[in-house]
């Protein structure tokens, strides 16, 4: 079942450039410039690998967290962008809610964002190079970081999913993405001075960001680096608890969407009857009358 969701997945991904030759061209640039960052983040980590092990802990822990809530609120912010594999078009086929989630999770693992994200999230390793704790210790902390990002972003889908058929879940939802396109001028010309203002306060929120979901996996190498073992294993067990707890709300929204029909919409509470029609006669100048 794994499998036949990748090779649908895939074919639906290669068909797409067959009808549109802009889709094609679109995707090329993406991958281009998805290549180009992943290039410039590993040459970063083996600057970084050379430096300070606190300022490789900061690095990893702001950007993977900054990584995590991208993997959250993409679903929410643009529901309806890539409904290929969307529960509502599975709901139909007889698969256990169990194998679904194993299956929707590899197909996650192995699309391309969950592909760059591996690499990306592995390349972290590269920064401790010169410390072979955390290097042992950094591959698998990326992996546990890259299944949260996964898993978090299909459990809120699944969550969106329950709430989209809903009119005020669209409203508030096309105000959440509204505004901040109205505001984008005056939070860019805000925001530089702010965060020039907030580089020296960069490793106090790391400090913070690491002991939350968001960060608390990207920050197990760096703890064993800096001699931090009691801090890394609880910060393992933070971001292993997580991990779990995603997946039994994923499971459960999976169950809930997977057995629930698609509600349509609300009918019609006016009144019953004829209305103005029953006031006037059954004639042409009486239907036009009411």
């Known amino acids: 079942m794994v499998a036949h969701l990748l090779r649908l997945r895939y074919r639906l991904l290669f068909n797409g450039f067959k009808r549109s030759t802009w889709a094609l061209v679109s995707a090329v640039i993406g991958a281009a410039y998805g290549l180009l960052i992943l290039v410039g983040l590993v040459i970063g980590m083996v600057a970084l690998s050379f430096g300070d092990s606190e300022l490789m ?17 993409a ?69 546990l ?26 409203e508030v939802m096309g105000v959440v993405v509204f505004v901040p396109l109205l505001l984008l001028g005056p939070i860019i010309g805000l925001g530089g001075p702010a965060l020039a203002n907030a580089s020296a306060d960069l490793p106090l929120i790391a400090r913070i960001v690491s002991w939350t979901p968001l960060g608390a996996a990207w920050s197990i190498p760096g703890d064993l680096a800096l001699g931090r073992p009691l801090d890394a294993l609880a910060k393992t067990a933070i971001a292993v608890a997580t991990l779990l707890i995603l997946v039994v709300v994923w499971r459960r929204s ?13 009918p019609s509470t006016g009144r019953k009857g004829l209305g103005p029609f029953a006031w006037y006669p059954a004639t042409p100048t009486g239907a036009v009358a009411a």
């Open 57 to 73: 802990w900061v690095v990893s822990v702001l950007g993977g967290a900054v990584a995590v809530f991208g993997w959250v609120v």
């Open 75 to 143: 679903p929410i912010l643009l529901r309806g962008y890539d409904q290929s594999l969307s529960v509502a078009k599975l709901r139909v086929f007889p698969i256990p809610p169990q194998r679904l989630v194993v299956g929707l999770l590899v197909v996650g693992l192995l699309g391309v964002p969950g592909i760059v994200t591996i690499i990306a999230g592995l390349s972290t390793t590269i920064g401790w190079i010169g410390e072979p704790v955390a290097l042992v210790a950094a591959p698998f902390a990326a992996l």
């Open 145 to 170: 970081a890259v299944l949260t990002c996964v898993v978090a972003s299909r459990a809120f889908e699944s969550i969106g999913a329950s709430l989209a058929s809903g009119r005020r879940y669209r």
């Open 254 to 266: 999976l169950t809930k969407l997977l057995a629930t029909p698609p509600r349509s919409a609300a």
